[in-house]
């Protein structure tokens, strides 16, 4: 199976779309709100959905804490 800039499965977002997703955070903090209700908006945007039932998607498994993007993967 191919694998995205990640070294994931395709099934998790690219570089480019994790961009954006943090910038869409940022812009949600600037406007009022939690950074995750942009993030989390963005990537659902786009065809992702976070799945709690999936192993970590972190580039070092877990092993420094979670990145936001752990486990979003292609709904």
Known sequence: MSTNNNRHPKLTPTQELLRAAFAAGFQSIDDGYTFYTGFDSCLENNG??????IDCTCSDHGFHGHMPEC???KA
């Open 48 to 53: 992702y959905a976070k799945r709690d039932d």
């Open 71 to 73: 486990r979003w993967v």
